[in-house]
Every structure is written in structure tokens, then in C-alpha cells.
Nanobody, 124 residues
Framework: QVQLVESGGGLVQPGGSLRLSCAAS????????MGWYRQAPGKQRELVAT??????TNYADSVKGRFTISRDNAKNTYLQMNNLNPEDTAVYYC???????????????????WGQGTQVTVSS
């Protein structure tokens, strides 16, 4: 199984910055992409950003130009969050996706692994 541990959350003022980290361990083969999701009170969990092992990134429109996702060779994934606003307040989750071909149905299945989450609060 894949284990994911997030860190770096906290309380910041509007306009401030945070850097979230995700450490992956366990059976990490065939994991692609890595990503960050967030869930605010009363809202659905939403995608923030993803990064493939080939370096392709995707961002939610709400964070483009402010957040940067990256990864290193130690299987760590980061989310640099700049110019934070109160709407960014949420629990942020690290995500790892594994794709596996199912010969029984002749298609690819996706398996998602999640960290425990780290709270980000943006408030004056």
C-alpha cells in the first residue's frame, strides 16, 4: 500500500505564503500522477494541482499563477502557495493515483491513495 504524509499547513494572513510537503512511501510503483486536493467546509473535495512523472502540471483555475506543484527524486511532492486569500482555507490532501489494467473488463482502473490532510487557514 502507499502511505502519504502531508505537512506544512497552518494559519497565515491574506497575501501570505505556505509550502506544503507530501512524503510518499510503501508500494509506490506505477504511481502517476501525484496531486493536491482540498476540501473546504460544506464543499466537495476539489482538485488543486497535479504533476506527472514526466513533469506535466495541471492547476485549478482558482490557483493558477499563485500555486506551484513540484516533485523531487526522493518521492516528495510539494505545493508552494503564494498570495493566499481566505477562499484558500481548506484541508489539503495529498493524492497518489495508480493505474492498473484490468484484463477482465479490458480497461484501465484507477486507484487513489490519500494522506490524512493538513489544515490551511487564511485569515486576518
Amino acid at each position: 500500500q502507499v502511505q502519504l504524509v502531508e505537512s506544512g499547513g497552518g494559519l497565515v494572513q491574506p497575501g501570505g505564503s505556505l509550502r506544503l510537503s507530501c512524503a510518499a512511501s510503501g508500494s509506490i510503483f506505477s504511481i502517476d500522477p501525484m496531486g493536491w486536493y482540498r476540501q473546504a467546509p460544506g464543499k466537495q473535495r476539489e482538485l488543486v494541482a497535479t504533476v506527472t512523472f514526466g513533469g506535466t502540471t495541471n492547476y485549478a483555475d482558482s490557483v493558477k499563477g499563485r500555486f506551484t506543484i513540484s516533485r523531487d527524486n526522493a518521492k516528495n511532492t510539494y505545493l508552494q502557495m503564494n498570495n493566499l486569500n481566505p477562499e484558500d482555507t481548506a484541508v489539503y490532501y495529498c493524492n497518489a493515483r495508480r493505474l492498473q489494467y484490468d484484463s477482465g473488463v479490458g480497461s484501465v482502473r484507477a486507484f487513489d491513495f490519500w494522506g490524512q490532510g493538513t489544515q490551511v487557514t487564511v485569515s486576518s
